[in-house]
């Protein structure tokens, strides 16, 4: 059923999802030369296309997965994916602003970098929650 726990869990991911797109991950700052004036630029994933594709799938996922409460075996597998994809959203971050760092361009994390883990949390508890409905139907196709 859609009331299910796990159904807010992925609404709760596709949401930080959708919304990590909007929001920085990082700001830049850049000098012109010769000036005093310091530029910020807010740099978000709809800039940095590998990690808007994966923002993109794991929030897909996660609704598709919702809907999939019929066969919690694929609903489970949905959420691996979306998982694997939340966790590469947060690796191909890192290593961007890592690398702007080793540029030289002074970089600063920006709040919207907490995003994509907390869309991998809320799956996660998604599988338990999905994991526990499937113990409890093999617990009562035993009983009968």
């Given at each position: 059923m859609i009331q299910r726990i796990q159904s807010i869990w992925l609404l709760?991911?596709?949401l930080c999802g959708v919304s990590a797109l909007f929001v920085p991950f990082a700001i830049q700052a850049t000098s012109p030369k010769y000036t005093e004036v310091v530029d910020l630029t807010a740099v978000t994933p709809l800039q940095f296309i590998p990690a808007l594709l994966t923002i993109g799938a794991f929030s897909i996922?996660?609704?598709?997965?919702?809907?999939?409460?019929?066969?919690?075996?694929?609903?489970?597998?949905?959420c691996y994916i979306a998982a694997l994809g939340a966790l590469l959203t947060v690796v191909l971050e890192y290593f961007k602003i890592r690398s702007w760092l080793q540029e030289g361009i002074a970089t600063q994390y920006a709040y919207g970098l907490v995003l994509a883990p907390a869309a991998l949390l809320f799956i996660l508890l998604a599988v338990q929650?999905?994991?526990?409905?499937?113990?409890?139907?093999?617990?009562?196709?035993?009983l009968r």
């Open positions: 709760l991911a596709a996922l996660s609704l598709v997965a919702i809907f999939g409460y019929k066969n919690r075996k694929s609903q489970l597998r949905f929650s999905i994991r526990k409905d499937e113990k409890l139907v093999r617990s009562l196709d035993r």
